[in-house]
């Protein structure tokens, strides 16, 4: 098998083809799977994949992806999977694929059903959705800001399992039960808890500035969220493991990989070689959490005029109704990371930083880095914090900085 695997450039030559990608085996058959891709790419509409697939209007979060070599249409549930992990270099198809991903919940979720928390780094991806009244708050651009309100999402996950607890329910669905039943009894009305879906975009960039809380955020979403009715779908064009941590993989058991650069990254998302191969333009692979091997799926384009459309119809259903319980709040220049550490405040990690250093009797920016898992020029800034207060000297060139404190 070894060897047929490693014909694959042999082959793409003799073919005149871009790539060869050879599935040896296909799973479930004694076969050996050659796909040699179109010379030119078709366009699966986002209307054709729609009518196509017949979800299941009682599943609101099941999702059309895109369609498979067969010409078959895949679907996935999120609520199954339970959070989905996408990857894919710029201009791959994975900003378009996210926003299909929105407009089919949005078209089969009303705003008490299922709520979004949408996490936009870069501004221009997902602002297009601001007042829209499944919005839990305005679509956070401030990576400090996210931060925050991913924690909010923890603790009102935390409530959530103390309201269950209470009750004596095991999950969102038993709690939702629960409620029907005690209406239907009741002129005394309860509402129900909707479903929530994180959506960050850009992942590498969070992961920059605050990259701790972020992934403790992740972590505990990823470990504990699935029955609370909480699902995150974590975007990046940039799957090194500096960005997708081992346990952030191990907590986001279903990934979509679009075309990378290299193997490297394409090991970094799905484990595997293959994505490196893939054509760019919505051509994906898809790992759920049920399967061993990825599907290779055409994912569908909508664009930017249909999102609109369907934006403005909700935005014309009903007003937007913020919940101010998620509101991140406001963040001091210092956190923002716009200042060169200077502020009255102080880094919130001053302390551990000096712990660090008083403990260790060294002190270098990498160490800090490395140990408190920040960025490099918020460890500097910690250094000359540090110097200021007098716990270091100053620095004497290439030699190391000396401690001036003791424990």
């Given at each position: 098998m070894n060897r047929i695997s490693n014909l694959a450039?042999?082959?793409?030559l003799a073919l005149a083809a871009k790539d060869v990608r050879i599935e040896a085996?296909?799973?479930?058959k004694s076969l050996v799977g050659i796909e040699v891709p179109n010379s030119e790419i078709a366009t699966v509409s986002f209307r054709e994949l729609w009518e196509q697939s017949k979800t299941n209007p009682d599943n609101l979060l099941e999702i059309p992806l895109g369609k498979a070599v067969n010409g078959s249409s895949r679907s996935f549930d999120l609520s199954k999977m339970p959070h989905l992990l996408v990857a894919g270099s710029t201009g791959s198809g994975k900003s378009?694929?996210?926003?299909g991903?929105?407009?089919s919940i949005l078209m089969k979720a009303r705003p008490d059903q299922v709520k979004f928390m949408m996490v936009d780094p870069k501004m221009v991806e997902l602002s297009v959705y601001n007042d829209i009244p499944h919005l839990l708050i305005p679509v956070v651009t401030n990576p400090r800001k996210a931060s925050k309100a991913l924690q909010k999402v923890?603790?009102?996950?935390?409530?959530?399992?103390?309201?269950?607890?209470?009750?004596g329910v095991r999950n969102i669905a038993g709690f939702n039960a629960k409620v029907e039943e005690f209406n239907a009894q009741?002129?005394?009305k309860q509402i129900p808890l909707p479903l929530i879906v994180v959506i960050v975009d850009e992942l590498a960039d969070?992961?920059?500035?605050?990259?701790k809380e972020v992934e403790d955020a992740i972590i505990r979403l990823g470990q504990k969220a699935r029955a609370a009715g909480i699902h995150m779908i974590l975007a990046t064009q940039r799957p090194s493991v500096d960005v997708i941590s081992g346990l952030i993989k191990a907590n986001v058991p279903s990934r979509v990989a679009f075309a990378v650069s290299s193997g490297t990254d394409s090991r970094t998302i799905l484990d595997e070689n293959g994505a490196e191969k893939l054509l760019g333009r919505g051509d994906m692979l898809f790992k759920p959490i049920d399967e061993n091997h990825p599907i290779r799926l055409q994912g569908s384009f909508i664009s930017d005029e249909d999102v609109e459309r369907i934006v403005t119809f909700i935005k014309n259903q009903a007003d937007a109704d913020y919940d101010d319980s998620f509101d991140p709040g406001e963040v001091s220049e210092l956190e923002d990371g716009n200042t060169g550490g200077s502020g009255n405040e102080g880094d919130p990690l001053f302390n551990e930083a000096r712990t660090l250093v008083v403990e260790t009797q060294k002190a270098s920016a990498s160490m800090i880095q490395r140990r408190l898992s920040v960025g490099f020029n918020r460890a500097t800034r910690l250094m000359e914090e540090l110097e200021a207060a007098g716990v270091i000297g100053p620095a004497e060139g290439t030699k190391p900085r000396k401690v001036l404190?003791?424990?």
């Open positions: 450039d042999d082959l793409a085996p296909i799973p479930g378009v694929s996210v926003n991903i929105i407009a923890v603790d009102e996950m935390e409530n959530r399992y103390a309201l269950f607890s209470a009750i009741s002129n005394e969070l992961m920059m500035v605050a990259s404190q003791q424990e």
